[in-house]
């Protein structure tokens, strides 16, 4: 079975880390406190914010105060850039059975899936992370 939206958990702590570190630009903030912020695993936080340092949207600081804040972009970072450098590119989801038994002329939702697809994606492309604060 397929999904409306799929946002992995680990998407979903990219996005919130995210945001956290916009929140104390210029800050170095070590993988422990995110975590901790966030209620979850160290290890599981620490592989996240690797991809987003591989995606170039963090930079790791070593030493003591060392942990991670945004890269050069800062808060213009949108969160489809988050979303994508840890689950790929956002597919937009036409048939909640895969593959459309209906063959594809007439679905039972008519056109929500197509309008929650295209509405998601704007979201995430027009939302950047100067935009939100962390709660």
Same mark, same amino acid.
């Given at each position: 079975?397929?999904?409306?939206?799929?946002?992995?958990?680990?998407?979903?702590?990219?996005?919130?880390?995210?945001?956290?570190?916009?929140?104390?630009?210029?800050?170095?903030?070590?993988?422990?406190?995110?975590?901790? %912020?966030?209620?979850?695993?160290?290890?599981?936080?620490?592989?996240?914010?690797?991809?987003?340092? %591989?995606?170039?949207?963090?930079? &790791?600081? %070593?030493?003591?105060?060392?942990?991670?804040?945004?890269?050069?972009?800062?808060?213009?970072?949108?969160?489809?850039?988050?979303?994508?450098?840890?689950?790929?590119?956002?597919?937009?989801?036409?048939?909640?059975?895969?593959?459309?038994?209906?063959?594809? *002329?007439?679905?039972?939702?008519?056109?929500?899936?197509?309008?929650?697809?295209? *509405?998601?994606?704007?979201?995430? *492309?027009?939302?950047?992370? &100067?935009?939100?604060?962390?709660?």
């Amino acid at each position: 079975m397929s999904s409306v939206i799929k946002i992995s958990e680990a998407a979903s702590l990219g996005l919130h880390a995210m945001v956290l570190l916009a929140d104390e630009p210029g800050k170095a903030v070590s993988t422990h406190e995110i975590a901790g %912020r966030l209620g979850v695993s160290e290890t599981h936080m620490s592989k996240v914010l690797q991809r987003l340092a %591989r995606a170039g949207l963090v930079v &790791s600081v %070593r030493g003591p105060g060392g942990g991670f804040t945004l890269a050069e972009k800062n808060g213009d970072t949108t969160l489809l850039e988050v979303y994508e450098s840890i689950d790929g590119p956002l597919s937009d989801s036409t048939c909640l059975l895969g593959t459309p038994v209906c063959g594809g *002329e007439r679905c039972i939702l008519g056109g929500l899936l197509e309008v929650t697809n295209r *509405e998601v994606r704007e979201y995430l *492309e027009n939302t950047t992370l &100067s935009e939100l604060k962390c709660v």
